[in-house]
């Protein structure tokens, strides 16, 4: 007997048991009112009990019986609709043995083999029941033939013996035409792109006044042709810039082009010392068209903050880019470095104080950038502090300088002490980097609302945002240089010590090592302002001589060095210890004077973390690669930090955007 029918039967049991009881109270009180009445009263209650059970038994027969039709009918009822459900319907085993089909199923499809496609369906399920051993809802989605099926179902489970079997009841549900629709609602969505001529200005001077027309004509050809293929709509709105709109489903045509319209245009054969660049950026990331021209901007900005000449598209967020292969050219004009000079100098002067900030590992651009700013502020009559713990041996020889020096006795802070300085209208300066993740103390972003940048990195995505005054200047050689300009151009007159000179004039010389890679004509300039300053060249050297012990260190990393693609050299550094970065750093660049090694990566372990050093001769953007990797840098000189990793998994990883890089580049 069913639960169900025990739970009517109890209901009627405890109403009779009520009557049963009022009963026999009556004939209690008849016979002790009138003895004449106990007789009557046993038989009266005798006769109630068994009229009680008969009556009992008889609907509980009634029950029982109007029960079972009933769900004899609900059974029938079920078992038909299961036959004829309009949504296919299959009952199979896990090792593929289909145990029952409904009609909808057949006919659906009734020429395909589908055995072919049930297998790795029910191949899939099978691992997913094997890590989750228990009844678990089904809900896939599965390409059948020509056609998208989402499967729904549940696993019963059952016992044969001492196995375990699983019964799978599945239903296929035709998504084809839904999907449809919904890729041609996404696909008919508007995307916003933003292309700009990088070098509008240099060419414009370059070019003879008669041959200017024509050449613009043919860039403006170039770039309407690309747009107008699509049907989208372009518009030229300055002389060097352009808007169009197109359709979302010519963006992924773009992708696969890899955008070859940057190619094009630097094809254009003109007499020119260098090549005629475009930098182009798409959006579709925004509620409105406005809001996803205003994302474009901002992802146009990134493209310029990279050095040009690439393409970026924005989607859901996240940025993609294209391009980027070719060297920044030296285009700053002294007009904006004297206009930043100057909007730095009137907002420290608005400021209680100044603290300055770089990046983790801090070096000697970023010290000396410091330094520099330090001097400017302290002209002000400003207070001002360098929150920094720098360890290791890249900055040994010159801390040991920094700290014998008076000066600087209660300038250089510690992070807790760099909280306390704070107030509510401090400036927070960021030297020599722009990322937010590479800050060193990033709680200082959080803590001061007053923020001034200067770096000279590509720009990446995870930028610094809110900040008052960005002077980002990708065509930079280093961070030392643009501060150099911004003392050499601030309307006070500014006297550096010969410390603070030679600091600058080393952050010059180490990132362009010794003068030879990134160097303009602005970078020479900056070095001669400082020169004027008495700086020993050979005093600034010696601080980054490399002791015996790190030369055959290097030397040692060298020797079990893996050439990758004949040309890119891999090498691992297996000791842990606070110099890590710096033996990368130092063995990469010796990697390069390798005949035929036109890149090299080297990675070693500091912490948790794995760090990369990458640097290249210009045939090879580093910076691209290690991009992939959440770094970033420059085409010739580039770094990334990998985060609970070992150093074989790193290099699996490294190997594999390698790969990609090359892939993309064909």
Request: aromatic share 8%; glycine share 4%; hydrophobic share 40%.
């Amino acid at each position: 007997m069913s639960e169900k029918n025990d739970k009517i039967l109890d209901k009627l049991i405890s109403k009779n048991i009520i009557y049963i009881a009022i009963i026999t109270l009556l004939c209690i009180s008849l016979s002790v009112y009138n003895l004449r009445w106990v007789i009557p009263s046993i038989v009266i209650f005798l006769l109630t009990i068994m009229y009680t059970v008969w009556i009992s038994s008889k609907k509980r027969v009634e029950i029982e019986n109007h029960i079972q039709d009933l769900t004899s009918d609900i059974s029938s009822a079920s078992k038909g609709n299961l036959v004829n459900t309009p949504i296919p319907l299959v009952l199979m085993e896990t090792n593929g043995n289909i145990v029952w089909r409904s009609k909808s199923f057949v006919k659906e499809f009734q020429n395909i083999d589908i055995a072919t496609y049930l297998n790795p369906i029910v191949k899939e399920i099978k691992l997913d029941i094997e890590k989750n051993d228990e009844n678990i809802e089904i809900a896939k989605q599965f390409n059948i033939d020509k056609k998208v099926y989402k499967i729904l179902g549940s696993i019963l489970k059952a016992k044969k013996r001492k196995q375990k079997e699983y019964v799978l009841s599945l239903y296929f549900i035709d998504e084809t035409k839904y999907n449809e629709l919904f890729d041609n609602y996404n696909n008919s969505k508007t995307c916003i792109g933003i292309a700009m001529i990088d070098n509008y200005e240099e060419i414009m001077q370059i070019v003879l006044p008669e041959r200017r027309i024509e050449l613009l004509a043919k860039i403006e050809k170039e770039i309407i042709n690309w747009v107008t293929k699509t049907g989208g709509l372009i518009i030229k709105t300055e002389r060097d810039s352009f808007i169009y709109v197109f359709e979302q489903k010519y963006l992924s045509e773009f992708e696969k082009e890899k955008f070859n319209i940057l190619d094009v245009v630097k094809s254009i054969e003109v007499d020119l010392r260098v090549p005629i660049t475009l930098s182009i950026a798409i959006s579709n990331d925004g509620a409105s068209n406005y809001e996803k021209y205003k994302t474009a901007l901002a992802a146009m900005e990134i493209v310029l903050g990279r050095g040009g000449d690439q393409a970026i598209v924005r989607k859901n967020g996240k940025y993609k880019f294209f391009g980027g292969k070719t060297l920044e050219v030296e285009k700053r004009a002294k007009v904006k470095a004297r206009t930043v000079a100057q909007s730095i100098s009137n907002v420290i002067e608005d400021s209680d104080n100044v603290i300055i900030v770089g990046h983790k590992n801090i070096d000697i651009d970023a010290i000396g950038s410091a330094l520099g700013l330090y001097r400017l502020s302290k002209t002000l009559n400003k207070n001002c502090y360098i929150v920094s713990e720098p360890t290791g041996k890249s900055l040994g020889k010159f801390l040991e300088v920094l700290k014998n020096d008076e000066e600087y006795k209660n300038v250089i802070l510690t992070e807790n002490e760099g909280m306390q300085v704070i107030t509510e209208n401090s400036l927070l300066i960021v030297v020599d980097t722009h990322k937010t993740s590479y800050v060193e103390f990033p709680e200082l972003l959080e803590k001061v609302q007053n923020k001034i940048i200067i770096d000279h990195h590509r720009k990446a995505p995870d930028c610094i945002e809110n900040v008052k005054i960005s002077f980002h200047e990708v065509y930079a050689s280093s961070t030392a240089e643009l501060v150099t300009e911004i003392i050499q151009y601030a309307r006070e007159d500014i006297k550096l010590t010969l410390l603070e000179a030679e600091s600058l004039y080393g952050g010059i010389m180490v990132d362009t090592k010794n003068f030879t890679f990134k160097t303009g004509v602005r970078t020479f300039e900056a070095a001669a302002y400082l020169r004027k300053y008495g700086v020993d060249i050979i005093r600034v050297k010696k601080w980054f001589q490399a002791d015996l012990e790190s030369y055959n260190t290097i030397a040692n990393i060298v020797r079990n060095v893996e050439v990758y693609n004949d040309t890119i050299a891999i090498a691992v550094y297996e000791e842990e210890n606070d110099d890590a970065n710096l033996i990368c750093a130092k063995t990469a660049d010796e990697l390069l004077t390798i005949s035929d090694i036109t890149a090299s990566f080297v990675m070693a372990k500091l912490g948790d973390t794995v760090c990369i050093s990458g640097r290249s001769i210009g045939d090879i953007n580093v910076q691209i690669i290690l991009e992939k990797l959440g770094g970033g840098g420059h085409i010739t000189l580039a770094g990334a930090q990998l985060e609970n990793v070992t150093l074989e998994e790193a290099k699996e990883e490294l190997i594999s955007r390698i790969n990609e890089y090359f892939a993309e580049t064909e």
